[in-house]
């Protein structure tokens, strides 16, 4: 077959700004929008086991956590008659999160236009 290359077993072309073997040289592969060399590959292999063994024996943090916490705590401010805007004030959630995650506790939309047209017409 004429004219055709295989390229796979073939090492990367090296650009001539990047340092091969360092993050720099991986920063310049990116940008040159190159694939890695050998030596960047071997670097970012050792780099990305050395970040997973570092962080292997931490707890996980999780926001997830922390959520649920604030909902727990915006469900007992709802109980003791605090509006949505207040809750979401002293939670740091916002309005729309209390309305998803605690339907019975917040108005809906159509409650609140109900609620506003019916202060328009002074009922």
């Known amino acids: 077959m004429a004219g055709y290359k295989y390229g796979g077993t073939q090492p990367a072309p090296k650009s001539p700004r990047t340092i091969c073997g360092s993050e720099k ?44 916490a604030k909902l727990e705590k915006a469900k007992k401010l709802f109980a003791a008659g605090a509006s949505q805007l207040e809750v979401a004030r002293k939670t740091g959630l916002s309005r729309s999160t209390l309305r998803r995650h605690l339907p019975g506790h917040c108005w809906t939309y159509k409650q609140a236009a109900e609620h506003g047209n019916a202060l328009r017409r002074g009922a």
């Open 25 to 68: 040289g991986l920063w310049g592969h990116r940008y040159n929008n190159e694939p890695y060399c050998t030596e960047c590959r071997e670097f970012a292999n050792t780099q990305r086991l050395a970040n997973y063994h570092a962080n292997k024996h931490k707890p996980p943090t999780s926001k997830r956590l922390e959520s649920i």
